[in-house]
């Protein structure tokens, strides 16, 4: 397990997962409130970058706002896992692909700018392994905005807020596929991915304010690796409850300690009857179980049909794919 000790880092991490400032200088402005140098700042988050503990300082966009998405599925022979992860892990539309204790074992999300695309990647997929693909779509989300906690206190459960796609405008996806690749770790880093746009600093500073205003920006700032953090017993659990009573259970489930994810999907009938989902990322199976335990004993849960699907590996960790590739589009 990964320990934060250094008292800078750990604040880097813990304060700026969301909310990172849209200025001229950011690193800056972080600086300063930090009492060291910009110079400092950009320094110390290339090397976590490096290490991998974070991915990158970026966005998350809200699912279905400027792009498509789907979680999907499929049932893998054991010996042939590492070649369906490789065929899963290949396709550019995929950002998550992790293996998962259950006969679902390969569990990926598909990405891409509508919902063709991704009907696409998981026909490729599906005809390319010989497999069934499930798509789970998304239908509610109460939590999404994952984010992690280095230091003491609980974490802090982000207000949903309702997203409005209306306000997007044609290059929009263009500058929404630079955040979720990352901001360059320079002094003036907005300038720098609007020079690579054709975009003002200040045009693109207002966009993205704006983006991030109207929710289609889920959270913009660091997004750390939570597994090299030591959140390595992450578990994926699935409840099977009518739609009605997730009215209630969602965003119970979405405060609950513990909960890092919850939202609810379609099930697929005969196969999948599993409707509400929640993750429980955790420095321990141990931990892990004992917040599914406590999940369990809430009123909305009682006697609730569930399966655990504890992750065992991670194949790959990526931003979504919102814009297609210019070698796809040609």
Same mark, same amino acid.
């Given at each position: 397990?990964?320990?934060?000790?250094?008292?800078?880092?750990?604040?880097?991490?813990?304060?700026?997962?969301?909310?990172?400032?849209?200025?001229?200088?950011?690193?800056?402005g972080l600086a300063e409130q930090l009492?060291?140098?910009?110079?400092?700042?950009?320094?110390?988050?290339?090397?976590?970058?490096?290490?991998?503990?974070?991915?990158?300082?970026?966005?998350?966009?809200?699912?279905?706002?400027?792009?498509?998405?789907?979680?999907?599925?499929?049932?893998?022979?054991?010996?042939?896992?590492?070649?369906?992860?490789?065929?899963?892990?290949?396709?550019?539309?995929?950002?998550?692909?992790?293996?998962?204790?259950?006969?679902?074992?390969?569990?990926?999300?598909?990405?891409?700018?509508?919902?063709?695309?991704?009907?696409?990647?998981?026909? !490729?997929?599906?005809? @390319? +392994?010989? *497999? /069934?693909?499930? =798509?789970?779509? #998304? $239908?509610?989300?109460?939590?999404?905005? %994952?984010?992690?906690?280095?230091?003491?206190?609980?974490?802090?459960?982000?207000?949903? !807020?309702?997203?409005? @796609? +209306?306000? *997007? /405008?044609?290059? =929009?996806?263009? #500058? $929404?596929?630079?955040?979720?690749?990352? %901001?360059?770790?320079?002094?003036?880093?907005?300038?720098?991915?609007?020079?690579?746009?054709?975009?003002?600093?200040?045009?693109?500073?207002?966009?993205?304010?704006?983006?991030?205003?109207?929710?289609?920006?889920?959270? %913009?700032?660091?997004?750390?690796?939570?597994?090299?953090?030591?959140?390595?017993?992450?578990?994926?659990?699935?409840?099977?409850?009518?739609?009605?009573?997730?009215?209630?259970?969602?965003?119970?489930?979405?405060?609950?300690?513990?909960?890092?994810?919850?939202?609810?999907?379609r099930p697929v009938p005969g196969v999948?009857?599993?409707?509400?989902?929640?993750?429980?990322?955790?420095?321990?199976?141990?931990?892990?179980?004992?917040?599914?335990?406590?999940?369990?004993?809430?009123?909305?849960?009682?006697?609730?049909?569930?399966?655990?699907?504890?992750?065992?590996?991670?194949?790959?960790?990526?931003?979504?794919?919102?814009?297609?590739?210019?070698?796809?589009?040609?």
């Amino acid at each position: 397990m990964c320990q934060i000790t250094d008292p800078v880092d750990r604040a880097l991490l813990d304060d700026w997962q969301r909310n990172f400032p849209i200025t001229d200088r950011p690193f800056l402005g972080l600086a300063e409130q930090l009492g060291i140098s910009e110079h400092e700042v950009i320094t110390r988050l290339a090397r976590m970058q490096a290490a991998g503990r974070i991915t990158r300082v970026g966005a998350t966009i809200a699912p279905g706002s400027a792009s498509a998405s789907t979680l999907a599925a499929v049932a893998a022979p054991e010996d042939r896992i590492e070649e369906i992860a490789g065929m899963i892990g290949a396709e550019p539309g995929v950002n998550h692909n992790y293996q998962r204790e259950d006969d679902w074992n390969l569990w990926f999300v598909a990405t891409g700018p509508d919902r063709a695309h991704v009907d696409a990647t998981l026909a !490729r997929i599906g005809a @390319a +392994s010989g *497999l /069934r693909v499930l =798509d789970l779509r #998304l $239908l509610r989300p109460f939590n999404v905005d %994952l984010g992690f906690r280095m230091g003491a206190g609980a974490p802090r459960v982000p207000t949903r !807020r309702a997203v409005d @796609a +209306s306000v *997007l /405008r044609p290059g =929009d996806t263009d #500058l $929404l596929q630079a955040l979720t690749q990352g %901001l360059p770790l320079v002094p003036a880093p907005y300038a720098a991915l609007a020079e690579g746009l054709g975009l003002t600093p200040s045009a693109a500073m207002a966009r993205i304010a704006l983006l991030q205003q109207a929710g289609v920006i889920s959270r %913009l700032g660091v997004i750390v690796r939570h597994r090299a953090l030591g959140w390595s017993s992450n578990a994926m659990v699935v409840w099977d409850l009518p739609s009605e009573r997730i009215d209630s259970a969602g965003p119970t489930l979405a405060a609950h300690p513990g909960v890092t994810l919850c939202y609810e999907r379609r099930p697929v009938p005969g196969v999948w009857p599993y409707r509400l989902y929640t993750m429980i990322h955790a420095r321990s199976r141990r931990e892990a179980l004992a917040v599914l335990d406590s999940a369990k004993a809430l009123p909305e849960l009682a006697d609730t049909p569930h399966k655990v699907l504890f992750s065992t590996r991670c194949f790959k960790q990526t931003g979504a794919l919102i814009k297609p590739r210019k070698e796809e589009a040609a």
